[in-house]
């Protein structure tokens, strides 16, 4: 199955628009915490694609709002934009989440089965540093039809003493 970056780039953003991944139950020990705000995404095809149909692809983030900072990340993708696919990726943000500095990473995996999308994003456990250590939680994100990017992330951090 062969299909071009820009094809899978198109699925990504369907799943994107059309989700809401849902949220964690909150802790009864530690309050779920929200922040919004936007986000610039930057989506550059790699040309090492494997003969199997596999496409990668590096996106680079630049977050405003509740997070204020940077992210790189690897996808990589298979599939239809049309009917089925997948794509999964790892980026690692950099910067300010509510004025705590440190950073994480977020692993997303998105799934077009016949039309029908799933998209979860998610902190990678145990990958919170500086002042996010301990950080974990799910992140949603929302492209408007003008194609602007802004997300709802929604986590814990370990309460200090």
Known sequence: MKTSCSVLAVAILLLATTLQAQSPAPSKEVPMLHATGSFDVKIT?????????????????????????TSRGQLLATGSAKSSGVYVAIETFTGTLQGKTGGFALHHTGIMTKGAPSLSISVVPDSGTGQLAGISGRMTINIAPDGKHSYAFEYTLPQSD
Do not use: A, N, V
Not at 53 to 67: A, P, V
């Open 45 to 69: 095809p790699q040309d090492d694609r494997l003969s199997d149909g596999i496409s990668r692809m590096l996106s680079e983030k630049q977050y405003h709002g509740d997070l204020e900072g």
